[in-house]
C-alpha cells in the first residue's frame, strides 16, 4: 500500500536561505540586466555629452603675441686709443652708475706724456712772465733814454743852426749836429719797436702767448689721453654684454662692453599680419614673462613697423613699459596680450566648440530631435577662450565641443557642465 505524500511548504526562510546559496548567481544576473538595461537606454537615446551653452556676457577681444624684452637703445663701450687692459672693474649683469670706472689700461707712457706736457706750460708761462717782468720793462727804460737823447740832440742842432746862421759856427759843426740828432731819432725809434713788442699785441708777447696755448692744449690732449686709460660708464644702466678680461689689447672702434641704459624698456613683438588692422598706436596691453607668468604688468604700443617681414608674414610692434618690474631681463622672453576691442551683453560661446574659425564659413555642431545637427554660425569678437555669436545662435542654445568625438547626425543626450 502506497501512503500518500505530505505537502512541501515553502516559506520566506527558505527562500532565503536559497538565495544565499545562489548569491554570486543572483548578482550577476542583476548586472547582466542592468548593463543590458543602460545599454539599450545608450541606444535608443545616444550617450551623455557635455555641452556648451550660449550665453550673454562681456567680451574683450586680444590679439596675443610673444616676444622679448629690451631697452630703446644700448650704448657699446670701447676704447678711444690702443692699450692693454690693467683690470677690468665690473661684472656682466652688474649695475652701474654714470662715471662709474669700468676698465684701466695701462697707462705709464700716458703718465709721461703729461709730465712733459707740464714742462712746456710751465716753460712757455716762465718765458710770459719774463717779458712782461723784464723785456718790456728794460724797452720801457730803453724808451726814456733814447727820449732824452733826442731832446737833448735836437737843442744841439738847433743852437748849431743858429750859429751857423749868424755866421758863428762853421757848415761841419752844424753836420755833426745834424749827425747826432739822427742817430737819436734812430735810437727813439728803436726803443719804441722794442717796447711795442714787448706789449701785448706786440709780436714777441704773441709768439710767446701761442707757445703758451700751443703747450696747454698739448697739456689737455695728454691729460684727455691720460683719462681714457679709464674707460667709464657713460650713463645708468646695466652690463648686458662683456667681451674683454685683463691683459686684452684694445683697439678704438671696437666694443668691449655693451650696457643696457636704465629708464623705460620695451617689449619687441612679432604680430601676424592678419592682425595689423586690429592694432594701433596708443592701445594697452597686458605682458607677463614666461618666466613668471602670474607676475603682469602694463604696456602701451608705440611703435608698429611700416614695413612687413615677408619671410614670416608679421610685423614688429614695439610696447612701452613705463615702469617695469624689478624682475624684468634683457632678452628676456614675454607673452603679451593686447586688448583691441570689448562687447558688453555680447552672445558668448566657448572657442572650443566653434569650428573652422579661421575659415569664412564658421560652424557648431547643435542638438536637433536628439541628434548633432551641423549650424553655420557667423563670428564677431574673439577673446583667448571665447567668441561672440553675431548669428546662427540664440541665447540659450548649445553646441557641442570639438573633443567630444560626436559626429553630424549621431543621438546623444546633452548635459551642461
Known amino acids: 500500500m502506497i501512503l500518500p505524500q505530505p505537502k512541501r511548504r515553502f516559506s520566506v526562510a527558505s527562500l532565503w536561505s536559497g538565495c544565499l546559496s ?15 538595461g543602460w545599454q539599450s537606454a545608450r541606444t535608443i537615446l545616444g ?6 551653452q550660449v550665453k550673454r556676457g562681456h567680451l574683450i577681444e586680444t590679439v596675443v603675441a610673444s616676444g622679448h624684452v629690451e631697452t630703446p637703445f644700448r650704448v657699446e663701450i670701447g676704447s678711444q686709443l690702443t692699450g692693454t687692459v690693467q683690470e677690468v672693474l665690473v661684472r656682466q649683469g652688474e649695475k652701474v652708475t654714470k662715471g662709474q670706472p669700468l676698465i684701466s689700461l695701462e697707462s705709464r707712457e700716458l703718465k709721461a706724456s703729461v709730465v712733459q706736457a707740464q714742462g712746456a706750460v710751465a716753460q712757455a708761462e ?42 758863428y759856427a762853421t757848415r761841419a759843426a752844424l753836420d755833426d749836429a745834424q749827425k747826432t740828432l739822427d742817430v737819436a731819432r734812430a735810437q727813439m725809434r728803436s726803443a719804441q719797436f722794442q717796447v711795442y713788442t714787448a706789449s701785448p699785441g706786440g709780436s714777441d708777447y704773441v709768439m710767446a702767448q701761442t707757445l703758451l696755448n700751443q703747450a696747454r692744449a698739448n697739456l689737455d690732449t695728454a691729460e684727455s689721453r691720460l683719462n681714457y686709460a679709464t674707460i667709464a660708464a657713460p650713463r645708468d644702466g646695466v652690463l648686458i654684454t662683456r667681451s674683454v678680461e685683463r691683459g686684452t689689447v684694445v683697439q678704438p672702434g671696437k666694443a668691449l662692453l655693451v650696457l643696457a641704459p636704465a629708464g623705460d624698456s620695451q617689449l619687441v613683438l612679432q604680430i601676424d599680419e592678419r592682425n595689423l588692422g586690429k592694432i594701433a598706436l596708443g592701445q594697452q596691453a597686458i605682458a607677463s614673462a614666461d618666466a613668471y607668468p602670474d607676475r603682469r604688468f602694463p604696456a602701451v604700443i608705440t611703435y608698429i613697423n611700416p614695413g612687413v617681414d615677408i619671410s614670416r608674414a608679421s610685423v614688429e610692434v614695439k610696447l612701452t613699459v613705463a615702469d617695469p618690474p624689478d624682475y624684468l631681463r634683457q632678452d628676456m622672453t614675454v607673452s603679451v596680450d593686447i586688448e583691441v576691442a570689448a562687447k558688453d551683453d555680447a552672445l558668448v560661446l566657448p572657442l572650443r566648440s566653434v569650428h573652422d574659425v579661421l575659415s569664412g564659413a564658421p560652424w557648431v555642431l547643435g542638438i536637433k530631435d536628439g541628434r548633432a545637427s551641423q549650424r553655420p554660425v557667423k563670428i564677431g569678437l574673439r577673446g583667448n577662450s571665447h567668441v561672440e555669436i553675431t548669428d546662427g545662435l540664440a541665447a540659450g542654445d548649445v553646441a557641442i565641443p570639438q573633443n567630444s568625438g560626436v559626429l553630424t547626425g549621431q543621438r546623444l543626450r546633452p548635459v551642461l557642465p
Open 22 to 36: 545562489h548569491k554570486w548567481f543572483i548578482l550577476v544576473v542583476v548586472v547582466l540586466l542592468g548593463l543590458g
Open 47 to 52: 550617450p551623455a555629452i557635455v555641452v556648451d
Open 126 to 167: 716762465a718765458r710770459i712772465r719774463q717779458i712782461e717782468e723784464l723785456t718790456r720793462p728794460s724797452a720801457e727804460e730803453a724808451l726814456a733814454q733814447a727820449k732824452a737823447t733826442l731832446l737833448n740832440a735836437q737843442k744841439t742842432y738847433d743852437r748849431a743852426a743858429q750859429l751857423e746862421h749868424n755866421g
